[in-house]
Each structure stands twice: as structure tokens, then as C-alpha cells.
């Protein structure tokens, strides 16, 4: 993730990564120029609806977030959220609004056995 100063004062903190754990790590959805909460049942519509899509067509999927936080606190953990090796996950990529999920071919390369 990374932070761009916002005029206005603070960060803006952008996530991007693999769907499933950005999609774990919403609060919020983009729509409409406007924050909208999201619950359980549209996590899930995505899921199906989105990223299942994408999978079927054999292409990686990468969800796209932001946070807005005053200040940057890079030690900041989140102790009830981890990262894919077990580690608590960073506060500022926490509590996040999905901006979007993207689809990627991502052919293996030639040195990898099939």
C-alpha cells in the first residue's frame, strides 16, 4: 500500500492486492461518488457474482481500496486482522473502501512445469 497527502489535510492510504483479502478487510464500497456501507450479503454477491466470474475466465483478480486517516502510523497494528503469514495486519490497511476489483491474465511463464 502507499499514502498521497490529501490537500485537505491527512492521507489517503491505497491497498491493492488479492480480492479475497482486500474484500476481507471492507468497510465500504465506492458507488455513486459516495461512501456505502457494505454487509455480509453483498461481500458475498461480489464473491460470486465478480470474483468467481473472473476465475472462470482463468484470470487472477486484484481488489483495489483506499482508507483516509489523519496521520501515518506505519507501526500500527490490527491485532484482529492477519496477514496471509499469520502477522497482525496494519491498522491503515484496515477498515478500508473498495474501489473496485480488477481481473489480470496471468500466463505462466515458460521455466514452470505444467
Do not use: C, H
Not at 25 to 53: C, L, M, P, Y
Not at 76 to 100: C, I, K, R, W, Y
Amino acid at each position: 500500500s502507499w499514502a498521497v497527502p490529501n490537500p485537505e489535510g491527512g492521507y489517503r492510504v491505497y491497498a491493492k492486492g488479492a480480492s479475497e483479502i482486500i474484500l476481507a478487510r471492507v468497510v465500504n464500497t465506492f458507488q455513486a461518488g459516495k461512501e456505502v456501507k457494505i454487509d455480509d450479503d453483498e461481500v458475498a454477491t461480489i464473491t460470486d457474482t465478480v470474483i468467481s466470474k473472473f476465475a472462470n475466465m482463468a484470470m487472477r483478480t486484484i481488489g483495489l481500496a483506499y482508507k483516509d486517516v489523519d496521520t501515518i502510523d506505519s507501526d500500527e497494528v490490527d491485532p484482529s486482522m492477519q496477514n496471509t503469514d499469520g502477522s497482525p495486519a496494519f491498522s491503515m490497511e484496515t477498515g478500508l473502501t473498495l474501489l473496485g476489483i480488477v481481473g489480470i491474465e496471468d500466463p505462466l511463464r515458460p521455466e514452470v512445469a505444467p
